[in-house]
Nanobody, 119 residues
Framework: QVQLVESGGGLVQAGGSLRLSCAAS????????MGWFRRPPGKARLFVAEVNWSGDFTSYTNSVKGRFTISRDNAKNTMVLQMNSLKPEDTAVYFCAAQKNGVGEYVYWGQGTQVTVSS
């Protein structure tokens, strides 16, 4: 059974940092794009960042550029989202995702981890 499990969420003050991890099991994603999404309270799930299979290419939503860094370790089948200079508007449930299908949609999803940034 393929599983993606997020960890590292929590409560932090504005300006602080958190490091989210995504651990994959059941199969390797070393040849797949992986990404992070978030769902703010009362809103739809939104794209945050993604990284290609080798880690050479990354993409971020504008609101997190310069503050968040996505990376992966294919040997460990893990992905990390380092979040710095956090803002209250970063409060959301964060999800990791893996493997895009033919129309660019992610196939595998984690259950999410809560990030709350207090002002």
């Amino acid at each position: 059974q393929v599983q993606l499990v997020e960890s590292g969420g929590g409560l932090v003050q504005a300006g602080g940092s958190l490091r989210l991890s995504c651990a994959a099991s059941g199969r390797t994603f070393s040849r797949d794009t992986m990404g992070w999404f978030r769902r703010p309270p009362g809103k739809a799930r939104l794209f945050v960042a993604e990284v290609n299979w080798s880690g050479d290419f990354t993409s971020y939503t504008n609101s997190v550029k310069g503050r968040f860094t996505i990376s992966r370790d294919n040997a460990k089948n893990t992905m990390v989202l380092q979040m710095n200079s956090l803002k209250p508007e970063d409060t959301a449930v964060y999800f990791c995702a893996a493997q895009k299908n033919g129309v660019g949609e992610y196939v595998y999803w984690g259950q999410g981890t809560q990030v709350t940034v207090s002002s």
